[in-house]
């Protein structure tokens, strides 16, 4: 089993910043790819970014340019740096682990975004 708990939403205005964290517990180490997907009122879930574990990095077509992923292994971590920020970036960010590089198997609780002045 795999636990991932997000941190860092919040609201911020248009054109500025946020960094999401999402720790990892459990058989973690097993998890090839981790990364982001978000899902804004309704709309369906969409992938926004991912990280694999030699480092290879993925990006939706709408962020890329804007948003930063990373992960800290040793700290079974991921973040996303979010730079920019649009309020079509409202939506909430739910944190991913695959065990390879299909779909996501775990999923944390989800961390609001919301963009608005």
């Known amino acids: 089993q795999v636990q991932l708990v997000e941190s860092g939403g919040g609201l911020v205005q248009p054109g500025g910043s946020l960094r999401l964290s999402c720790t990892g517990s459990?058989?973690?180490?097993?998890?090839?790819?981790m990364g982001w997907h978000r899902q804004a009122p309704g709309k369906e879930r969409e992938f926004v970014a991912s990280?694999?574990?030699?480092?290879?990095?993925f990006y939706g077509g709408s962020v890329k340019g804007r948003f930063t992923v990373s992960r800290d292994t040793p700290q079974n971590a991921v973040y996303l740096e979010m730079n920019n920020l649009e309020p079509a970036d409202t939506a909430v960010y739910y944190c991913?682990?695959?065990?390879?590089?299909?779909?996501?198997?775990?999923w944390g609780q989800g961390t609001q975004v919301t963009v608005s002045s």
């Open positions: 991913a682990a695959a065990p390879n590089y299909g779909p996501p198997g775990y």
């Open positions: 459990g058989n973690i180490r097993n998890m090839n790819t």
């Open positions: 990280i694999s574990s030699d480092g290879r990095t």
